[in-house]
Every structure is written in structure tokens, then in C-alpha cells.
């Protein structure tokens, strides 16, 4: 709210009448900006918000060494062996009438992986995981300009926001965020629309390209088709699930990516099954399935080709006690090529670890 002036006065000492037409226009003026500032004050006050959670873990390999030699999957986030950190997130939310913004800090490894530790603009890291301004001019379109996560892929950064503890395969390889201009339309019927244009991929403090992407959703009652363009590379990804019965529900997510020029490629298919067994906890399975080729790299070991793939179950228990959530789970990968190596150090096509992880969210 602009707060009205509490004196409009104007004098003129050599002629009465001009004095009084100005305490008129004095009174007029008051009453105008006293109604104004009654209106402002009766509109809904704009609200400034505190979110976000904390996060540490324990990891071990239970066929592989946990030393200097530690392996770790090739997969996001959850990757130090032994007890390790996560990430502190601090989310800052500013909301008015029709529009807002959102300061999203992280601190921790988990978060200076998420942000690839600014490597465009700053030498020590930035902490910025997302930065953003909305404005919405009704209540079925509104537009958002800044760093935002990107909206691809069924798993997120924050721990908070996901089943599982560590990451898929599929999530690994997306982007992680967007900085950009996208526009979210809603179009009534459980139906939603989505269109975008960011600097590439990976690039989220500023475009030294010259190049941009561009970027599409559409849908419908939770169901979600996204499409992503950028720098001659294209990726399609469908993210949804379903309820089988109250306390049932399975989670979607497949996607493919490649590249136009290159024989750059991957493909992935996961299913996230969790079951209710009450208010406090819940127990869940990640089953995907993952394929890259040429070279793509983050699997680890290629055959001469470049052609690899891996198969990874993840068992996750969910035990909440208040705000926190306690999250034991096992992880089972099993790859066509060794990309792993076993406690004698030889090298192996599986990798079997166990973690346990506290999740705090506010």
C-alpha cells in the first residue's frame, strides 16, 4: 500500500480568496486520499512466508568399499559415503493481490550440486536455487519470470518433495532448473497449459550463448506431457500417476532425450508404488529402467559403442514423527557394463547400498 500524504497545503498571503478556494481544494484533496487509503487498507494485505527443510544422511555400500574408494551410483544428490549432509533450504515467499516473488537458498553439498556451485558467475558458489517474480492478470494466466526449477521429471530437488531419498537415473539427467520467461495457463476441467522460453540448459545465471530454449506442458488432472528444445537437443517426458485405492498410489515417469547432430541419446521408464499403512508412515518402490548412448557417461563404464544401461531398485521406508521424516532404504543397481567395482576393487556390474536419512521440513 502507497500511503497518502498527510498535508496538501498551499498559501497565498496577498489574496484571501485565493486561500480560501485552496483550504477547499485542501479538504477535497484530504477526503480523496482518506477513501483511497480506506480501499487499499480494506484489500487482503500482502504476506511474506518462511518454508523449507534440512536434511543429513547415512550412506554404506554393502558390496563395495566404503573408504577412499568409496563408488557411489551415477545419479544425483545422496552420494557421500558414511554420515554425510544434505542440504539446509530456506525458502522466502512474498505474496500480494495478484502477484509475487520466491528467494529459494540452499546451503550444503546436496545444494551446491543442485546449482552446479554457479560455475557461470561466481568463483565460491552462489546459493541461489531459485529466484523468481510471478504476476498473474486473472485467475487462469499468470507469468513467471527468473530461476525456477524445472518441471520436468516426476522427482525434485528438495528431499522434502520426494518419496525417495536418493535420485533416479532420469532425474540425474535432466535439468535440474530453468532461468527464463514461462507463462501457466489454466484452462478450466482439470486442464493446464505451459510455454516457455529460458537460456540453455544448465546456464541459469545469465546466456552467454546468444541461444535459447524453449519449453512446453500441457495437462490434465495430474497427468503431465513436457517438452523441452535447447541447443539442438530435444526431450520429451511424460510425469503422472495414479490412485489404485486410498491408500495405494503409483507414480509415473518416462522420458527420452537426443541430440540432433550427435549420437548422444538416453531413455527411461520409472514406476514409484507407495502404500499408506497409516497417518505416520508409508513404504515405496522405485523400479527403473535407464539406456544412454554414446558416451552419455553418467552411468559409468561404456562398451565400445558407448551403449550402456542400468536397471535400479530402490526399497524406501517413510516414518514420520511430526515435521520430521525418518527414511530407511535400500538401493539395488544393476548396469550391462561394469560400471561399479566390488570390495576387492575389481570391477562389477552391481552395486548394492543402504541409507538412512532424516528429513526435516518447516
Do not use: C
Request: proline share 4%; charged share 10%.
Amino acid at each position: 500500500m502507497q500511503n497518502a500524504p498527510s498535508h496538501y497545503y498551499f498559501q497565498n498571503y496577498t489574496h484571501m480568496k485565493t486561500t480560501i478556494i485552496t483550504n477547499i481544494k485542501k479538504n477535497y484533496f484530504i477526503l480523496f486520499f482518506a477513501a483511497i487509503s480506506s480501499l487499499t487498507m480494506a484489500q487482503e494485505s500482502p504476506s511474506i512466508s518462511f518454508s523449507g527443510s534440512i536434511d543429513a544422511y547415512f550412506r554404506g555400500n554393502l558390496n563395495a568399499p566404503n573408504d577412499e574408494n568409496a563408488i557411489a551410483q551415477g545419479s544425483s544428490f545422496a552420494n557421500l559415503p558414511g554420515f554425510s549432509l544434505g542440504m539446509a533450504n530456506i525458502i522466502a515467499s512474498y505474496e500480494g493481490e495478484n502477484f509475487g516473488a520466491v528467494a529459494d537458498l540452499v546451503f550444503g553439498p546436496r545444494g551446491t550440486d543442485a546449482i552446479f556451485a554457479s560455475p557461470m558467475y561466481s568463483l565460491t558458489g552462489s546459493i541461489l536455487n531459485q529466484l523468481y517474480v510471478y504476476w498473474s492478470p486473472s485467475e487462469s494466466v499468470t507469468f513467471t519470470m527468473g530461476n525456477f526449477n524445472t518441471f520436468l521429471g516426476y522427482e525434485v530437488i528438495s528431499p522434502s518433495g520426494n518419496f525417495n531419498y536418493s535420485t533416479s537415473y532420469l532425474f540425474s539427467y535432466g535439468p535440474f532448473s530453468h532461468t527464463g520467461l514461462k507463462v501457466d495457463f489454466d484452462l478450466g476441467n482439470d486442464w493446464s497449459a505451459m510455454l516457455g522460453v529460458f537460456n540453455p540448459t544448465d546456464l541459469t545465471e545469465f546466456n552467454p550463448t546468444g541461444d535459447y530454449a524453449f519449453g512446453a506442458q500441457l495437462g490434465y488432472a495430474g497427468q503431465y506431457l513436457n517438452a523441452l528444445s535447447s541447443q539442438g537437443g530435444f526431450e520429451i517426458d511424460y510425469t503422472g500417476g495414479f490412485n489404485a485405492s486410498e491408500s495405494f498410489y503409483v507414480g509415473i515417469n518416462a522420458a527420452h532425450y537426443s541430440e540432433s547432430e550427435t549420437d548422444i541419446s538416453f531413455s527411461g521408464f520409472a514406476l514409484y508404488p507407495q502404500i499408506s499403512m497409516s497417518e505416520t508412515s508409508a513404504f515405496g518402490v522405485r523400479a527403473e529402467y535407464f539406456a544412454e548412448t554414446g558416451y552419455f557417461g553418467a552411468i559409468g563404464a561404456s562398451d565400445a559403442d558407448g551403449d550402456s544401461s542400468v536397471f535400479a531398485l530402490t526399497l524406501t521406508a517413510n516414518f514420520d514423527v511430526g515435521a520430521l521424516s525418518i527414511k530407511p532404504e535400500l538401493r539395488f543397481d544393476n548396469a550391462s557394463e561394469e560400471a561399479f567395482i566390488n570390495n576387492t576393487a575389481d570391477p562389477s556390474k552391481s552395486l548394492s547400498t543402504f541409507f538412512l536419512a532424516t528429513v526435516l521440513s518447516f
